[in-house]
């Protein structure tokens, strides 16, 4: 008991590298991937082709190629980044993807009637937008969002591969030192657990009300 208090202050040094990196990648994606989504959705088709073809292309390549190719091979086009900034870059790429995602989901889930009844009273297209389809649209986004916020958050996990101290590395490099595995695995499970199951809860609480 006495080594897991000891070491605590080190494990909770990680989790704030995980709650930084994935509140970070969380913000940046939706950013990039709401206005990406709409632009899908309402855009003109010259637009919409290489949204496609980046939401496709970075949601088909796994996370941990991506993270390999913004650190390691990057440089080779004279593009050196640090650490922790290309694994917040190659976590943004394959979530902003997912967001496009959502964001085009939650509008085509919208009946087409919501908009012909818009535009029988007069509604603009700014005005139907706003008035009609984006409260509809918020009503579908956020539970399969905040899925994508946990798997953002156990994904987060993949930047120790470059180093970073994170929940999971600063288990390891406690594990290392002291040889006891079990345990602080056991604590490392509920520190994620933690955060993920109210979100989870969330999510099953948003769908229940909402879908």
Avoid at 35 to 55: E, K, S, T
Avoid at 75 to 83: D, G, T, V, W, Y
Wanted: proline letters at 6%; hydrophobic letters at 55%.
């Amino acid at each position: 008991m006495s080594m897991m208090l000891e070491t605590l202050p080190f494990l909770l040094g990680g989790l704030w590298t995980t709650l930084f990196v994935s509140a970070a990648v969380v913000v940046i994606s939706l950013l990039i991937g709401i206005p990406l989504g709409c632009a899908l959705v309402f855009g003109p088709a010259w637009a919409r082709l290489p949204i496609r073809l980046y939401a496709d292309f970075v949601r088909g390549v796994p996370i941990l190629v991506l993270l390999y190719f913004i650190y390691y091979g990057l440089p080779a086009l004279r593009i050196n980044l640090p650490s922790l900034l290309a694994a917040i870059v190659a976590l943004t790429a394959f979530k902003s993807a997912q967001i496009v995602e959502i964001t085009r989901g939650a509008f085509q889930a919208i009946p087409k009637g919501q908009t012909e009844a818009a535009q029988s009273i007069g509604l603009g297209l700014f005005d139907r937008f706003v008035y009609v389809l984006a409260p509809q649209a918020v009503r579908r986004f956020l539970p399969p969002f905040i899925n994508s916020v946990v798997d953002t958050v156990k994904g987060s996990s993949l930047v120790s591969l470059l180093g970073i101290v994170d929940l999971l590395l600063s288990l390891q490099q406690v594990i290392g030192r002291t040889h006891v595995a079990l345990p602080l695995y056991v604590l490392g499970a509920l520190l994620y657990f933690a955060i993920n199951f109210p979100l989870s809860a969330l999510s099953r609480r948003l769908e229940k009300r909402f879908v």
